[in-house]
């Protein structure tokens, strides 16, 4: 369960300190109910400034174009606590009035058995049900609520990292039964941008099929085919693609034969960075998600430009990105 | 005695930058690893959160793009003017102590593959003070090297699924103990009851990149 001292009292989980803040409840500890969770569904915010010294990535939202927007609707600061649902469909009850957003992915919504629009903000009633369908365009779909999901902060967040059960709800998905607790309402409004603008942010983000690369580490030290190759033609998402990272189609044989193979005993490996695409030794690129690794074992060959991460997320498994030096 | 390579600094995606001292792992190149790092530290170059040194780099990651350019020209600057940190160094270098019981799984596999004794294994894994090179694959798993030449052996050819939390394990030139029930391709040597990680704690992670270890042998069921 969640430590005491955070459940009982009004956690604030925006983090704000400014600005007069109020209870929309009468109790935050019971918010919103998971009746039905789908396979992947987790706290997340901005994520860990630092700790990749300790060797624990930044993590946070996949798609922070999303999670900025839909904090922004409610009125919550950006990197707000919120969820990220993907993988399939599910159900939560909400207990208290509250503001709820849905933005990044697009899906099938009702609240309260009406539809639920995507992108704006909505009014929600105690005893109401939200249902979403698995997400038709996009990968991550995320749900702000006024004064954000009140975990406690571990290691400077509330982003959930699964491989080591840090932050977020007791470390883990959500799961059917899980009561969230809900911060503080907070009444400034930190982000002026309006309801249109930010869903323009987040469409750009579901709808670009490229992305803007730069040259890594190890891109000189590579055979000139592989960065060529990579901006020539668009590249296939894989299935295996996950928080960790995002997989990519091989490059050609001829290519994969003059990548040379890394190996862990001649070159050591170095700090890598959320976006890092790394050539595998079978040819196949590896991009470098929020959930991560903090170091990288194989040739760095490109690195995404930081706003581009998000696009790259939203690609769902067969869908085609395409490479751009810039 | 090689003459050390010009440093070399790159940018790490838009929002890190990376400063590259060789490309080998050994002491003498980390020496170099450990001393960039106090002196960027104490430079406390505005705009960066994190310095993060691992086997021959340095790394400095910053909030945004923003600061980059002015990281990457003092990172230059710094790297390559001559280390005031170097005599400071043997002094302030933490040296931890594990406690270790030599009994895990691939110890007489290890000892055979070495051509040793088992108790020969034992006595050159914990007669040797190991630089903590790097931080990675899971929080607080700490790289340590260098190993006696004689007990480096590849990887396993299959991975377990499940290494438990405290084991002490080899691979290569290096050695490592596990913080957390994960899968492994280590050669499982020993385990420790010494938490390596716990996020409750002001120091979450035991054993900091640029710390040293030594290992002791200790009796028992």
Redesign the interface.
């Given at each position: 369960m969640i430590p005491s001292s955070h459940t009982g009292s009004m956690h604030n989980a925006t983090g704000s300190r400014t600005g007069s803040t109020r209870p929309l409840g009468s109790s935050a500890a019971g918010a919103l109910e998971v009746v039905s969770a789908p396979p992947l569904l987790t706290i997340q915010d901005d994520g860990r400034?630092?700790?990749?010294?300790?060797?624990?990535p930044r993590s946070g939202a996949m798609d922070p174009v999303a999670l900025h927007a839909t904090n922004a609707l409610v009125g919550n600061p950006s990197g707000t606590a919120a969820l990220e649902w993907a993988g399939g469909g599910g159900r939560l009850r909400v207990r208290r009035p509250m503001l709820i957003a849905i933005g990044g992915a697009h899906a099938e919504m009702t609240l309260g058995g009406n539809p639920a629009p995507w992108g704006v903000m909505l009014r929600a009633r105690p005893g109401d049900l939200l249902d979403i369908s698995a997400p038709t365009w996009g990968r991550w779909l995320y749900i702000a609520i006024s004064g954000g999901i009140a975990v406690p902060e571990?290691?400077g967040a509330r982003a959930t990292y699964l491989?080591?059960r840090?932050g977020g709800f007791e470390g883990r998905t959500l799961v059917r039964g899980d009561l969230l607790p809900a911060g503080l309402t907070n009444t400034q409004l930190p982000d002026t941008r309006s309801a249109f603008d930010l869903r323009e942010a987040m469409t750009d983000v579901l709808a670009r099929q490229h992305v803007h690369v730069?040259?890594?580490?190890a891109t000189s030290s590579l055979p000139s085919e592989c960065w060529t190759q990579l901006v020539a033609r668009p590249l296939t998402v894989l299935p295996e693609s996950d928080r960790m990272g995002t997989r990519l189609s091989m490059l050609s044989d001829s290519n994969r034969a003059a990548a040379p193979a890394p190996d862990?005993?001649?070159?050591?490996?170095?700090?890598?960075?959320?976006?890092?695409v790394q050539l595998t030794s079978n040819g196949q690129p590896l991009v470098i998600m929020p959930d991560g690794?903090?170091?990288g074992g194989y040739p760095a060959v490109a690195?995404?430009?930081?706003g581009d991460v998000p696009v790259l997320a939203q690609r769902t498994p067969g869908e085609r990105v395409r490479f751009i030096a810039r | 005695m090689q003459v050390p390579a010009e440093p070399q600094v790159m940018a790490l995606g838009d929002e890190a930058v990376l400063v590259r001292l060789g490309t080998s792992v050994d002491s003498t190149t980390f020496s170099r690893v450990r001393d960039l790092v106090h002196t960027l530290e104490t430079a406390s170059l505005p705009g960066v959160l994190e310095i993060v040194p691992a086997y021959a780099s340095v790394a400095l990651y910053m909030s945004d793009a923003s600061t980059r350019q002015a990281v990457m020209d003092a990172a230059r600057f710094l790297a390559g003017a001559p280390s005031e940190a170097a005599t400071a160094d043997a002094t302030s270098v933490t040296t931890h102590v594990i406690p270790v019981r030599y009994d895990g799984a691939d110890l007489e596999s290890v000892a055979e593959a070495c051509d040793l004794t088992v108790s020969e294994v034992v006595r050159r894994h914990s007669s040797r003070t190991y630089d903590a090179f790097a931080l990675g694959f899971v929080p607080g798993f700490a790289y340590l090297g260098v190993l006696d030449e004689s007990l480096r052996l590849p990887r396993r050819p299959q991975p377990r699924t499940r290494v438990p939390a405290g084991s002490v394990a080899i691979a290569g030139a290096q050695t490592a103990i596990y913080p957390f029930e994960t899968p492994g391709g280590w050669h499982l040597i020993g385990r420790t009851a010494v938490s390596l990680f716990d996020a409750s704690r002001a120091r979450p992670a035991l054993i900091a990149a640029g710390d040293r270890v030594r290992f002791m042998s200790i009796d028992g069921a």
């Open positions: 400034p630092t700790g990749r010294s300790m060797g624990i571990v290691l491989p080591a840090l730069m040259e890594a580490p862990d005993s001649a070159r050591p490996s170095e700090p890598a960075c959320i976006g890092l690794p903090t170091l690195c995404l430009r930081a | -």
